[in-house]
């Protein structure tokens, strides 16, 4: 499922609105956490799987890598990174995941935010990814947590005066398509287990270094008071994989 809301001039514009769309990595919650399970970037290759508006792309190349390849299937996206995170060192191509190809050993690091849950196949992209790192290489990703994603509608349990009781969590072993609203419109996403995600990296030969579901930044917290709701649950999942 190749799905691109991204271009729909409606959704777009709600993206746009977000905090992290409007401060880039600041404005990400899982910032403070991601930045630091990112290896040493000096002249290395990289290559951003959903690359968005460019922020990681950009932060790359401030950090010393020798060329970022950042891939988005949006037009709309990809238009946005060249205006605000345009840089020599990087190249955005308009390409979906799924169809993303590579000579073996190609990268020395993979990145991606927030994109694989919309992945059917996330073994074939692993399979992928492993084969276009380098020896001693790192993939670097981040997607919606397997809670977050499990029951499918992706919003709170409400009482009768419309306060937020609880998280529902349902079908968690049941992997597969889940249909969601995200910025008022339907969304397909996919929702495989904690297992699924780090039995699939070992069996295409990483060795995973790092597994981190993040909590909101003490600042964020601060200054967004109804981020304290991101405590009850988790949201997002962090890992970290070596070739």
Known sequence: MKENKYDQPSFFDQYEKMLRSQLGLEGAGEWHVLKGMIPDLK??????????????????????????TGI???????????????????????????????????????????????VESF????????????????????????????????????????????????QYFIEGERNTTFLGENVIKYHRTLTSYLNTLLQHGFKIK??????????????????????RRPMMLLISAEK
């Open 43 to 68: 002249d290395k290759t990289i290559l951003d799987l959903g690359c968005g508006f460019g922020w990681h792309c950009r932060y790359a190349v401030e950090n010393g890598a020798e060329s970022v």
């Open 123 to 170: 073994g074939t992209v692993t399979k992928n990814i492993y084969q276009w790192l380098k020896n001693g290489g790192h993939f670097i990703f981040s997607v919606e947590h397997p809670v977050f994603t499990a029951e499918g509608g992706q919003d709170w349990v409400y009482d009768k005066d419309g306060q937020k009781t609880c998280w529902p969590v349902d």
């Open 72 to 118: 988005d299937l949006s037009e709309k996206m990809l238009n946005k990174a060249q205006e605000i995170n345009k840089h020599e060192k990087i190249r955005y191509e308009r390409k979906a995941v799924e169809d993303v190809s590579y000579s073996d050993e190609t990268f020395d690091i993979v990145l991606s935010s927030l994109t694989l849950h919309y």
């Open 210 to 231: 790092q597994i981190i579901e993040p909590e909101p930044g003490s600042d964020l917290l601060k200054e967004i008071p109804e981020m304290k709701e991101e405590l």
